[in-house]
């Protein structure tokens, strides 16, 4: 059974920096896209970062570009997110997700099959 477990969280000064951790268990993650997804208050869980597992690969969303960067280490089964200029508006619960895919990365949270417990980022102005 897969299992993902956040860490990393936490409260930082708009411009500062934070960097979480997802550790992966339960199964070999070749051909699955491990993503982060955050949900605001009254807001959608959304689409914030994703990466291929076994090439690398990333991709995210245009309201992160430039700011947060995705990384993975297969040997460790672990899955990270950089923030980096984070601003008030980054402020939400961050959750690492998995879903196995050979085909496109997937973008909507409902299409993801695993998820962690969620680790709380806030941004103060």
């Known amino acids: 059974q897969v299992q993902l477990v956040e860490s990393g969280g936490g409260l930082v000064q708009a411009g500062g920096s934070l960097r979480l951790s997802c550790a992966a268990s339960g199964r070999t993650f070749s051909g699955y896209v491990m993503g982060w997804f955050r949900q605001a208050p009254g807001k959608e869980r959304e689409f914030v970062a994703a990466v291929r597992w076994t090439t690398g690969t990333p991709y995210y969303a245009d309201s992160v570009k430039g700011r947060f960067a995705i990384s993975r280490d297969n040997a460790k089964n672990m899955l990270y997110l950089q923030m980096n200029s984070l601003k008030p508006e980054d402020t939400a619960v961050y959750y690492c997700?998995?879903?196995?895919?050979?085909?496109?990365?997937?973008?909507?949270?409902?299409?993801?099959?695993?998820w962690g417990q969620g680790t709380q980022v806030t941004v103060s102005s």
């Open positions: 997700a998995a879903v196995r895919t050979l085909g496109a990365v997937r973008f909507g949270a409902q299409e993801y099959d695993y």
